[in-house]
């Protein structure tokens, strides 16, 4: 199929469109060719995650989106909508015999093996040693070596000795994070896996998860903040408004100072710190400690094309220069906003020099991103340092020891009379949101699973924490078809049901996709609506940013009853089943500690005598076993030492090229 379209980038440019069996190609024609230079687009069908119709950006045009697996979206424009219908059509049909041929359900790990293979295989078969390419390879070949993309690949090779790469000793490991339960629960299961290797491993976060934590056996340490409190200004505020920051700056600005002492005093002595950027101390404490550091995020935090900031998600999907500049933007207002009371801390308590963004470096901490890299895929532009590992899945979160969870009887007999009724059975919950009106959300609730015929597991969490009648059962939820909880195990519950509705938090999110269940995201702030962008871009789910009764019914009855929606997300969860996201955040994490260790910054502590740091402790409140400088020194030492270096392995100061198989060319 050809078609006369317009490729839109910055601007567009007109030419010929091509559909085959196997690939989408673009070639620039006329003028544009010749003002602009020649631009040439081969896509594999392969790559292509989804297309929809969209609203185009030159007046008169009709819009194509083409959702493109980690890279940017490729946007076309036609000038008859007959024309667009006519290739969208095309391509969602080979869309769908793509997923019905077997290859299809071979996850990426997979075909990361079978590339690997067949890479071995040639290498073998014209006996080329790993060394770098003779002046007599090709131009093809020595891109290839310069982008990083053979090297890259080596060293996911199953024959590297991956025991070179182990710490000699156990490390004291603290994890630092605030937020949510859903921010802390991946932390334990990663704490637990490090803990089995002979670690000791600390979590700093909210006091009210202490007993939790340590019902796992993990260390506990405490940070300030109140999440219910933060969920409730996000939630009436939407985050990052003008409301947001007004109300902020009145209430959370000596809540950031509490944030910056308590995570300093938290992660003493400790050989290595993994935190959650949100909680903003842990880059300027490892600095101060001379310890390795690494960063780990439920959703996407380093800048690139494919996808925007999550906490700048556009209505519809506008390209990867907006992408791009959301985390420009946000990461400048985020770093001015708190950048005066951080760099006072750094002087009095850390006695450290004051520091700018860029002096930070931000981008070349090491990251362990915990989702599943078949609903994110990780982009072409990210640094090799980058790891989206797959979800930290904890299952039966709630065992500890000395408590064991046991299903209610009567929620094991609703499950098993709608069963035999042969309804569809639903989950809907909004997790750790703090609604402002429970009480309308719950007649919303309930009058959605009446107009949609399905039965539903409502838990409303923390939607009342804050409100006077919380725990008070609603009359919405008096229906037979509906059954209230307060909590229940998304590992146990989800493989029974047919659907999911929910906040669209990342680790309920995770637990709903793994069980290959059509997921519903009602977002509230924050990371929710990126979330809810992808499920709707896979088409394995539907986000309902507007919560009426009638957009929740007709959304349930699409999860319940879309062949198309159902299948893709049983797909999806058969590859996310196949994942180990905790185990492939260790590996990388011990593959990363030298390169950590290189990060280190050895120039940036104020010169000052022992006297005045003793001082500048006692009116901080820091207390006096608080570690400086020769404890730092031997702590740095002792983490050196723990890190085995196989050797000194090169690490590209750029980020990864595109994908050979298809590219985007303007000389």
């Not at 050797?647 to 298809?662: E, G, I, L, V």
Request: hydrophobic share 40%; with cysteine; net charge negative.
């Amino acid at each position: 199929m050809t078609a006369q379209s317009s490729l839109y980038r910055v601007l567009p440019t007109k030419g010929l469109l091509f559909i085959s069996d196997r690939h989408i190609c673009f070639r620039s024609s006329g003028l544009a060719t010749r003002t602009m230079g020649r631009t040439l687009m081969m896509l594999p069908i392969g790559d292509v995650i989804t297309v929809a119709r969209h609203r185009a950006f030159q007046p008169g045009q009709h819009g194509l989106i083409v959702v493109v697996r980690g890279h940017e979206e490729v946007f076309l424009e036609f000038s008859s909508v007959d024309l667009r219908n006519e290739c969208c059509e095309r391509l969602e049909q080979m869309l769908e015999e793509a997923l019905m041929r077997p290859t299809a359900d071979i996850s990426i790990g997979k075909q990361d093996d079978l590339i690997l293979k067949d890479l071995s295989d040639k290498l073998e078969a014209t006996s080329i040693s790993t060394s770098l390419p003779s002046s007599s390879s090709s131009d093809a070949d020595t891109q290839d070596w310069e982008s990083g993309s053979v090297s890259a690949s080596m060293f996911k090779s199953q024959s590297s000795d991956f025991l070179s790469f182990l710490p000699k000793q156990p490390l004291h490991i603290t994890m630092l994070s605030i937020g949510s339960r859903g921010d802390v629960q991946p932390y334990i299961a990663l704490a637990k896996a490090l803990m089995a290797d002979g670690h000791r491993v600390r979590i700093a976060t909210h006091d009210e998860f202490s007993a939790w934590i340590e019902g796992h056996n993990i260390e506990f340490s405490a940070v300030g903040g109140d999440p219910a409190e933060l969920m409730r200004i996000c939630e009436q505020n939407g985050t990052f408004t003008v409301g947001f920051v007004r109300e902020g700056l009145l209430k959370f600005r000596g809540w950031l100072d509490d944030l910056l002492l308590s995570s300093w005093r938290a992660c003493h002595g400790t050989d290595v710190i993994i935190e959650s950027p949100s909680a903003i101390a842990g880059i300027h404490v490892a600095e101060a400690m001379q310890i390795p550091y690494f960063r780990a995020f439920t959703m996407p935090w380093t800048r690139t094309r494919a996808y925007p900031h999550a906490f700048a998600v556009p209505h519809s999907k506008a390209g990867g220069s907006y992408n791009y500049i959301s985390y420009v933007i946000f990461d400048q207002v985020f770093w001015r906003a708190a950048s005066r009371q951080i760099n006072r801390w750094r002087q009095e308590t850390l006695r450290l020099k004051s520091t700018t963004y860029d002096l930070l470096e931000q981008h070349k901490v090491p990251f362990l991103y915990n989702f599943s890299p078949n609903l994110v895929p990780k982009p072409l532009d990210w640094y090799e340092w980058i790891h989206v590992t797959g979800f930290w899945f904890l299952d039966n979160p709630g065992e500890t020891s000395g408590r064991s969870w046991a299903a209610p009887d009567d929620l094991v007999a609703f499950i098993n009379t709608t069963k035999a009724q042969k309804r569809k059975l639903v989950y809907i919950g909004w997790g750790s949101i703090v609604v402002s009106n429970a009480a309308a959300m719950d007649e919303c609730v309930g009058e959605a699973v009446r107009k949609s015929g399905v039965c539903a597991i409502v838990s409303r969490g923390w939607s009342d924490r804050l409100s006077e009648n919380k725990g008070t059962p609603s009359e919405a939820f008096s229906s037979p078809d509906i059954f209230r909880v307060d909590s229940v195990p998304h590992d146990w519950l989800f493989p029974q049901l047919d659907a999911a509705c929910h906040h669209g938090g990342a680790g309920t999110l995770g637990a709903s996709l793994r069980a290959g269940l059509p997921t519903i995201i009602k977002p509230y702030f924050g990371d929710q609506f990126f979330w809810g962008q992808q499920v709707e871009s896979l088409g394995v789910g539907t986000c309902v940013k507007e919560c009426t009764a009638e957009n929740l019914a007709a959304a349930l009855r699409k999860a319940t009853q879309d062949v198309r929606q159902i299948e893709r997300a049983r797909q999806l969860g058969e590859r996310i089943r196949s994942e180990n996201g905790v185990q492939a955040a260790v590996t990388a994490f011990y593959r990363e500690l030298e390169y950590a260790r290189s990060l280190i910054k050895t120039d940036s502590r104020l010169h000052t005598t022992n006297s005045e740091v003793q001082a500048s402790n006692t009116v901080d409140g820091a207390s006096p076993s608080q570690p400086h400088a020769e404890e730092l020194h031997e702590r740095s030492s002792r983490a050196i030492d723990a890190i085995n270096t196989p050797s000194n392995r090169p690490r590209s100061t750029r980020s990864s090229s595109a994908d050979s198989n298809w590219s985007i060319l303007s000389p």
